[in-house]
């Protein structure tokens, strides 16, 4: 399957004027989003806790992690961001396009929205 990025814009809340814009590469074996930490501090976003995350190749790591309002697509969610290496490619988790109902078609290998968010 090909890689799909998509525009997110990241603000601490909604009265923030700071904010993170970049391409996030969108990532369905992903529960939360990462984005580069320093990128998160410059946009006021706070780190409030820690957790261990399991990578691709298997192994754990420990990652600081944050709440953030996420905005892409058109559509605003909120949700826990992972505070990354300063050289790492953002990511959006699966939980984000959840909320606001947006899978990825593994055909034509597009984002695209549901008629309805499930509730079953």
Avoid: W
């Avoid at 904010?19 to 409030?48: C, H, N, Q, W």
């Avoid at 806790?49 to 605003?76: H, K, N, W």
């Amino acid at each position: 399957m090909g890689l799909i990025h998509v525009t997110v814009t990241l603000r601490a809340s909604q009265k923030s004027r700071k904010k993170y814009e970049a391409d996030f590469l969108v990532d369905t074996g992903a529960t939360d989003s990462m984005a580069p930490a320093s990128e998160l501090v410059r946009a006021g976003i706070r780190r409030r806790g820690r957790m261990t995350y399991e990578l691709a190749d298997g192994s754990a790591v420990e990652y600081d992690y944050g709440l953030a309002e996420i905005e892409f697509m058109g559509e605003l969610t909120s949700g826990r961001i992972i505070f990354g290496p300063d050289a790492c490619e953002p990511l959006l988790g699966v939980t984000a396009l959840e909320s606001v109902g947006i899978t990825v078609d593994p055909v034509s290998r597009r984002l695209k929205r549901l008629p309805a968010i499930p509730l079953k």
